[in-house]
């Protein structure tokens, strides 16, 4: 495997229903990220994790809970998830040296489409 | 205000021509960097390009470039010669600062690629 890898491509789950999405990425990047792309609307940054430490959470719903057991490999699990939680969503690696802004481009897995019901 | 502002939202343009898809942003920190992102209809998003704050050339990469206004706060991708394959979304990001964090997207261009 090469690159970030998502798994489901799809998911279909009703609102009681407990899941997780799994992110793996083979870049040997140290920061993880992820992302909720709903139609018509800009990418949303959810949570960030740099060395396997939590560094952002932009106001995500508790019903969205990461998981980083390592640099390698990011979870998203989700319960009693609601009908406008139906989106794409994106998972992204990038290695951060600090200092200034520099030519750190994310790496984007292929995505898990998610319905609600 | 938003960060970043991609006002076409759909755009059609015959193969073998250039085009271009307009994208300004907004910050008052002089360091930042800003990325031009593909997403053809299987979801993947592929990184095409980088134009750095302080960079004083334009980036281009093969057909690829970046038309970069400092002043204006605008940082235009332009397609050479397009083919059917580009046809796609195509966002404009940027990441303000140092810090990782800051990374924001547009709302996209859908880019139809005609034969």
């Known amino acids: 495997e090469t690159g970030v890898t998502q798994t489901p491509r799809h998911l279909v789950m009703g609102m009681t229903n407990k899941k997780s999405l799994k992110c793996e990425q083979h870049?040997?990047?140290?920061?993880m990220y992820w992302y909720k792309q709903s139609a018509k609307k800009p990418l949303e940054l959810m949570f960030v994790y740099n060395f396997k430490e939590q560094t952002e959470n932009n106001s995500v719903p508790s019903r969205f809970s990461p998981e980083c057991p390592n640099s390698s490999h990011l979870f998203l699990h989700l319960h009693t998830l609601q009908p406008e939680d139906s989106a794409l969503y994106l998972c992204?690696?990038?290695?951060?040296?600090?200092?200034?802004?520099?030519?750190?481009?994310?790496?984007f897995g292929p995505g898990t489409r998610l319905t609600v019901l | 205000a938003q960060k970043i502002t991609q006002t076409q939202p759909g755009m059609f343009v015959q193969e073998k021509e250039a085009v271009t898809l307009d994208c300004t942003y907004d910050t008052s920190d002089p360091s930042y960097g800003l990325f031009w992102y593909k997403q053809p209809s299987s979801g993947e998003m592929i990184f095409l390009i980088y134009q750095g704050s302080y960079d004083q050339q334009n980036a281009t990469e093969g057909r690829y470039s970046l038309n970069f206004q400092k002043a204006r706060k605008s940082a235009n991708l332009v397609i050479s010669a397009s083919q059917l394959g580009d046809s796609a979304m195509y966002f404009c990001?940027?990441?303000?600062?140092?810090?990782?964090?800051?990374?924001?997207f547009g709302s996209g261009t859908k880019l139809n690629v005609k034969p």
């Open positions: 992204a690696s990038s290695q951060e040296s600090g200092g200034r802004s520099s030519y750190n481009e994310q790496f």
């Open positions: 990001a940027m990441r303000e600062g140092d810090n990782f964090n800051k990374f924001y």
């Open positions: 870049l040997g990047h140290n920061a």
